[in-house]
Protein backbone atom coordinates (compact mmCIF):
# COMPACT_ATOMS: atom_id res chain seq x y z
CA UNK A 1 0.00 0.00 0.00
CA UNK A 2 2.79 2.21 -0.13
CA UNK A 3 2.87 3.15 -3.17
CA UNK A 4 -0.90 4.83 -3.10
CA UNK A 5 0.90 8.22 -1.44
CA UNK A 6 2.25 10.25 -3.99
CA UNK A 7 3.40 14.17 -3.18
CA UNK A 8 1.79 16.80 -5.25
CA UNK A 9 5.16 18.54 -6.56
CA UNK A 10 6.07 14.83 -7.31
CA UNK A 11 2.83 14.21 -9.18
CA UNK A 12 2.45 17.62 -11.29
CA UNK A 13 6.50 16.79 -12.55
CA UNK A 14 5.58 13.43 -13.68
CA UNK A 15 2.25 14.79 -15.53
CA UNK A 16 5.03 16.77 -17.28
CA UNK A 17 3.61 20.43 -16.08
CA UNK A 18 7.06 20.76 -14.94
CA UNK A 19 10.33 20.14 -16.37
CA UNK A 20 12.00 19.11 -13.13
CA UNK A 21 11.00 18.34 -9.81
CA UNK A 22 12.73 21.31 -8.20
CA UNK A 23 10.71 23.67 -10.32
CA UNK A 24 7.58 21.99 -9.30
CA UNK A 25 8.79 22.10 -5.17
CA UNK A 26 9.38 25.63 -5.85
CA UNK A 27 5.74 26.23 -7.78
CA UNK A 28 4.01 24.97 -4.53
CA UNK A 29 5.96 26.85 -2.01
CA UNK A 30 5.34 30.33 -3.87
CA UNK A 31 1.66 29.36 -4.24
CA UNK A 32 1.60 28.96 -7.78
CA UNK A 33 -0.51 25.85 -7.45
CA UNK A 34 -3.81 25.51 -5.37
CA UNK A 35 -6.15 22.94 -4.56
CA UNK A 36 -9.78 23.98 -3.45
CA UNK A 37 -8.90 28.33 -3.54
CA UNK A 38 -5.76 27.46 -1.26
CA UNK A 39 -2.41 27.52 -1.66
CA UNK A 40 -0.54 23.60 -1.41
CA UNK A 41 2.31 22.51 0.05
CA UNK A 42 4.40 20.28 -1.78
CA UNK A 43 4.31 17.60 0.69
CA UNK A 44 0.49 17.22 0.32
CA UNK A 45 -0.88 13.39 -1.01
CA UNK A 46 -3.01 13.51 -4.44
CA UNK A 47 -6.04 11.45 -4.17
CA UNK A 48 -7.74 10.55 -7.50
CA UNK A 49 -10.42 13.16 -8.55
CA UNK A 50 -8.52 16.29 -6.69
CA UNK A 51 -8.98 19.24 -8.95
CA UNK A 52 -5.39 21.50 -9.15
CA UNK A 53 -4.94 25.32 -10.44
CA UNK A 54 -1.58 25.20 -11.44
CA UNK A 55 0.22 28.50 -12.81
CA UNK A 56 3.38 27.50 -15.17
CA UNK A 57 5.32 29.64 -16.88
CA UNK A 58 3.66 29.43 -20.15
CA UNK A 59 -0.07 29.66 -18.72
CA UNK A 60 -2.59 28.41 -16.31
CA UNK A 61 -3.70 25.10 -15.65
CA UNK A 62 -6.38 23.16 -14.18
CA UNK A 63 -5.75 19.95 -13.70
CA UNK A 64 -8.12 17.10 -12.42
CA UNK A 65 -6.31 13.76 -11.16
CA UNK A 66 -7.55 10.53 -12.97
CA UNK A 67 -4.68 8.46 -12.02
CA UNK A 68 -1.40 8.77 -9.80
CA UNK A 69 2.05 8.52 -11.68
CA UNK A 70 4.71 7.65 -9.52
CA UNK A 71 7.21 8.33 -12.24
CA UNK A 72 8.12 10.87 -15.24
CA UNK A 73 6.70 8.83 -18.49
CA UNK A 74 6.19 10.25 -22.22
CA UNK A 75 3.84 12.69 -22.93
CA UNK A 76 1.14 10.81 -24.78
CA UNK A 77 1.32 8.01 -21.50
CA UNK A 78 1.15 11.01 -19.09
CA UNK A 79 -2.00 12.98 -20.46
CA UNK A 80 -4.02 9.27 -19.46
CA UNK A 81 -2.60 10.58 -15.99
CA UNK A 82 -5.35 13.76 -15.38
CA UNK A 83 -8.17 15.84 -17.09
CA UNK A 84 -7.31 18.78 -18.63
CA UNK A 85 -10.25 21.41 -17.04
CA UNK A 86 -8.40 24.95 -18.17
CA UNK A 87 -11.19 27.47 -18.82
CA UNK A 88 -11.17 27.93 -23.14
CA UNK A 89 -10.33 31.39 -22.42
CA UNK A 90 -7.36 30.65 -21.15
CA UNK A 91 -6.19 28.45 -24.00
CA UNK A 92 -6.90 31.44 -26.03
CA UNK A 93 -5.04 33.76 -23.88
CA UNK A 94 -1.77 31.44 -24.00
CA UNK A 95 -2.30 30.95 -27.74
CA UNK A 96 -1.98 34.75 -28.37
CA UNK A 97 0.39 34.73 -26.12
CA UNK A 98 2.32 32.04 -27.48
CA UNK A 99 2.20 33.39 -31.11
CA UNK A 100 3.38 36.75 -30.47
CA UNK A 101 6.11 36.39 -27.83
CA UNK A 102 8.03 33.21 -29.20
CA UNK A 103 9.23 34.28 -33.06
CA UNK A 104 12.11 32.81 -32.90
CA UNK A 105 13.70 36.61 -34.02
CA UNK A 106 16.35 38.00 -31.68
CA UNK A 107 14.45 41.44 -30.83
CA UNK A 108 16.77 44.44 -32.18
CA UNK A 109 19.73 46.06 -29.89
CA UNK A 110 19.10 43.27 -27.46
CA UNK A 111 21.32 40.77 -26.56
CA UNK A 112 24.99 39.37 -27.68
CA UNK A 113 24.91 39.85 -32.31
CA UNK A 114 24.14 37.06 -33.77
CA UNK A 115 27.25 35.19 -36.04
CA UNK A 116 26.28 37.03 -39.13
CA UNK A 117 26.24 40.61 -37.82
CA UNK A 118 29.65 39.63 -36.02
CA UNK A 119 30.92 38.60 -38.88
CA UNK A 120 29.43 41.86 -40.55
CA UNK A 121 30.88 44.20 -37.64
CA UNK A 122 34.21 42.70 -37.88
CA UNK A 123 34.03 43.58 -41.79
CA UNK A 124 32.92 47.14 -40.93
CA UNK A 125 35.91 47.42 -38.32
CA UNK A 126 38.44 46.12 -40.65
CA UNK A 127 37.52 48.24 -43.40
CA UNK A 128 38.20 51.36 -40.87
CA UNK A 129 42.08 51.21 -40.58
Not at 35 to 62: A, Q
Not at 73 to 90: F, G, N, S, W
Request: proline letters at 3%; hydrophobic letters at 30%; one cysteine or more.
Amino acid sequence: MEKEKLRVDKYLWSIRLFKTRRLATDACNDGKVKYEGENTKPGKNVHLGDIYEVRTEGRKWVVKATGLLHTRVKYEEAIKYYTDLTPPEELEKAKNQAASFFSGKRLSKIGRPTKKERRDLDEFMDGEE
